[in-house]
Nanobody, 130 residues
């Protein structure tokens, strides 16, 4: 069982930056593939970014590519999402998610699907003002 706690959300002006953190409990963090998703009011939850167990592979939604960076520190059981050049359309609740290790390739197509993740955090609000 993995418990996830996000932090780092807040209110920022367009063009600003935020860094989200997701702290995971348990001793299996290094075996979990991790992802960030977001959900804006009235919209479905959407994929933002994902990272493999070692951090060697990362994937991004086209809407955030070049602006957001996902990383992880397995020694600290933490995954991060550095968000730069924020836009009002980035406003959403951001969720951290963890996927148990399964014998399937961690491709972008796989990583971008919310139903491939087994554990979810409670979310952290990010609001970008224009």
């Amino acid at each position: 069982q993995v418990q996830l706690v996000e932090s780092g959300g807040g209110l920022v002006q367009a063009g600003g930056s935020l860094r989200l953190s997701c702290a995971a409990s348990g001793r299996t963090f290094s075996r979990n593939r991790m992802g960030w998703f977001r959900q804006a009011p009235g919209k479905e939850r959407e994929f933002v970014a994902a990272i493999s167990r070692s951090g060697g592979s990362t994937y991004y939604a086209d809407s955030v590519k070049g602006r957001f960076t996902i990383s992880r520190d397995n020694a600290k059981n933490t995954v991060y999402l550095q968000m730069n050049s924020l836009k009002p359309e980035d406003t959403a609740v951001y969720y951290c998610a963890a996927a148990d290790l399964k014998p399937v390739s961690f491709s972008r197509d796989y990583a971008s699907k919310s139903n491939k993740y087994d554990y979810w955090g409670q979310g952290t609000q990010v609001t970008v003002s224009s």
